[in-house]
């Protein structure tokens, strides 16, 4: 079979190679595939019909072209993945249970946010309670972090040089050469707005509240699902299961060992917020608790404060006292762009963006801004649901164009390390696949993915 990815369009297409959901996976339901037909065994893992099917129809969705040869990529990278979970196994490689909670519960809060509609109404439309799909999703998030894991170990030395990325874009033909829509450099400035002491007292009185209310004989699961700033709540109403050492931050596994069965704590603090703690079981390094979380909200006053500082940092911008990049660096609270100057990353370690890459709130603000520009102070709410305010650098714009490696040197740089990281895979594929028992549907010998290299 040739190597996977052939052109730069497959590359773009593919990126970093991740299994496919699997048919059970809640997202895909409705999508009238008929299934559950194993079309491949890799030791004890095994690749459905469905997962190939999914993955290739989402190829297509995202304007690829119909090819069997595609269909083979996708199903070689499948058996691949199932492959890297045998060996992983063999070679003890483990990802820590607390990553595959936190990635399992990110999902499920995508899902439940995405569905629109309530727990009871989301387990009727899939027909399985939450913890049966929750259960599903921790398989599928574990897969995905123990092929990532075995992937950057086998290709963590790949490099690749500027003359090794001109080679590659010159090789692709250019009919083949992808077509991208307008871009941008954009950067920001974060300050998150800091929750005065009042703020905070109150937070701790209303959970004072609730714990009076709990000890006075109201069900703890619904005040949890009613006040709890937890996203699981909604299916697990504040329990937390069983849970090591190391696993939690290490305020709750603090107070989880000073608290005796069915005790609940005094509000204390995390990184999260305020929480109550009923301890419910123990025994020896392990403990079950259940717990509800409340976030203290910044005031008026408090989004004020940021608005004030930020826009009195940007006067100095814009009066050429200091660099946006540098004041980004120095002041920003955003961890992710501060680092870069202020600056989105694209992926790839660029810093152009597509714009339908853009967070829609960024997009429109910048419709009405000029290149070069920075804009007033924005309240915004961050990914981790803080209160923040912001001011943004629209640095340029890129019109929609065909790839070239002046406006797209990242892109292709990338492509071509994927490319390389790609055939240094299928060697270890071809070396591993002889260590573990490995069958294929007869129906897709023509892909020829068991064939000698």
Known sequence: MKHIIKYIALVFAFGAIVPAASAQDPEAAGT???????????????????????????????????????????????????????????????????????????????????????????????????????????????????VRKMQEEITKSITVTPAEVKRFFHKIPKDSLPY????????????????????????????????????????????????????????????????????????????????????ISMPFKSQFGYHIMQLLERRGNEYRSRHILISPKPSEQDIQKATRYLDSLRNLIVSDSIKFQKAAKEYSDDVETKGNGGFFNDGDGGMRLMVDELDPVVFFKLDSMDVGGVSKPITYRTDEGKDAVRILYYKSRLAPHQASLDADWSRIQAATLNEKKDKVLQKWFDKARKDVFISIDPSYDYCGILDEH
């Open 32 to 146: 009238g595939f008929v299934v559950d037909e194993i079309i491949s065994k890799v030791d004890n893992y095994i690749v459905l019909k469905s997962d190939l099917e999914r993955a290739y129809q989402d190829y297509l969705t995202n304007g690829g072209s119909a090819s069997q040869q595609v269909r083979c990529q996708y199903l070689a990278l499948l058996i691949r993945n199932k492959l890297m979970m045998a060996k992983a196994e063999m070679d003890s490689v483990v990802v820590p249970d607390a990553d595959v909670d936190q990635y399992t519960q990110r999902k499920m809060d995508m899902i439940i946010a995405q569905a629109g509609v309530s727990p009871d109404e989301l387990e009727e439309r899939y027909g399985k309670t939450l913890e049966q799909i929750r259960l599903e999703i921790r398989d599928q998030e574990r897969e995905q972090l123990v």
């Open 180 to 263: 991208f829509s307008a871009s941008v450099e954009v950067a920001q400035i974060v300050k998150i707005a800091t929750v005065s002491g009042e703020q905070e007292n109150l937070t701790k009185g209303e959970l004072i509240g609730i714990r009076n209310r709990i000890l006075s004989g109201e069900d703890f699961a619904t005040l949890a699902k009613k006040y709890s700033d937890d996203p699981s709540v909604t299916s697990n109403g504040g329990d937390m299961g069983w849970s090591g050492r190391g696993r939690m931050v290490p305020e709750y596994e603090a107070m989880a060992f000073k608290l005796k069965p069915n005790e």
